[in-house]
């Protein structure tokens, strides 16, 4: 598997004819660099790598800021040796690899490994620097330098498929379930894990979420609806001539920031 990173080139016309006539022609979609993710610690088949995914990501790609790129995957602690070893396999012993690089060189930074299971696991990159994973029935936050700082217990993250934290990186939705079983829905802080909004009508139990931090969109079964909720405040339909009675499946629906959902195939 590799990693490219594409820079579009312009150029600046100045001067008169003949210099521009000797102005080279632009050039687009040319690799600034490339890597092999296995010289980077990557070592799963493809065959067998949608077995091991960071929400719906293989290799979970996300920029920082200007400057860095942080990559993550999901390593299995066991020998891949046969076909089909982990078809009927929920809960394989592995690690989560992440792997800082430059964006201008493709260098490694710095790395790090978290122990993990192989399914229910995302990583998240927080508006203040620091590091949310997602393990089983656990989310732990930790510090830019890998620390532990906060963790909790009984609650697994909504969303994981569009993402496990808002945009901003500065919340995350979870289902928490308190010591008599009940279950709610809420939208944590990032930070602090405070509730900034909360929710238990059964009919979300099986609901999509996708959210940023001031609006959640969600559909749900039964009824078949789409709704819309601004924190803190009751659900209302969603109305647009783009609704359909069921998400299409082809699509990929996510927030762009605070207030723009958006639908991509492919």
């Known amino acids: 598997m590799r990693l490219l990173l594409f820079a579009y080139c312009s150029y600046v016309v100045a001067g008169d004819s003949k210099t521009r006539t000797e102005q080279p022609p632009p050039t687009h979609d040319a690799p600034l660099w490339s890597t092999d993710l296995k010289q980077l610690g990557y070592r799963i088949p493809s065959s067998y790598a949608s077995y091991f995914r960071l929400g719906a990501d293989i290799v979970k790609v996300q920029f920082l800021d200007s400057r860095r790129i942080a990559l993550a995957w999901l390593v299995t602690d066991q020998v891949v040796e046969k076909p089909g070893q982990y078809k009927n396999r929920s809960n394989v012993p592995s690690h989560l690899h992440l792997?800082?690089?430059?964006?201008?060189?493709?260098?490694?930074?710095?790395?790090?490994?978290?122990?993990?299971?192989?399914?229910?696991?995302?990583?998240?990159?927080?508006?203040?620097?620091?590091?949310?994973?997602?393990?089983?029935?656990?989310?732990?936050?930790?510090?830019?330098?890998?620390?532990?700082?906060?963790?909790?217990?009984?609650?697994?993250?909504?969303?994981?498929?569009?993402?496990?934290?808002?945009?901003?990186?500065?919340?995350?939705?979870?289902?928490?379930?308190?010591?008599?079983?009940?279950?709610?829905?809420?939208?944590?802080?990032?930070?602090?894990?405070?509730?900034?909004?909360?929710?238990?009508?059964?009919?979300?139990?099986?609901?999509?979420?996708?959210?940023?931090d001031r609006s959640i969109v969600a559909f749900t079964l039964k009824p078949a609806q789409w709704l819309l909720r601004s924190i803190g405040k009751g659900w209302a339909p969603l109305k647009s001539q783009e609704n359909s009675a069921q998400p299409d499946r082809r699509y990929i629906y996510g927030f762009l920031n605070d207030d723009l959902l958006v639908g991509h195939s492919g």
């Open 99 to 212: 792997c800082i690089i430059d964006a201008k060189t493709g260098q490694e930074i710095s790395s790090h490994e978290w122990p993990s299971a192989s399914q229910g696991v995302n990583l998240a990159y927080t508006a203040s620097g620091q590091w949310l994973v997602a393990s089983g029935e656990a989310v732990t936050l930790y510090s830019p330098s890998f620390g532990k700082v906060k963790e909790l217990q009984q609650v697994k993250p909504r969303a994981l498929q569009s993402g496990f934290a808002s945009p901003s990186g500065r919340t995350f939705l979870v289902r928490a379930t308190d010591s008599h079983g009940a279950w709610s829905d809420q939208l944590l802080d990032a930070a602090t894990f405070e509730v900034r909004d909360s929710w238990s009508d059964n009919q979300f139990a099986e609901a999509s979420y996708w959210y940023s």
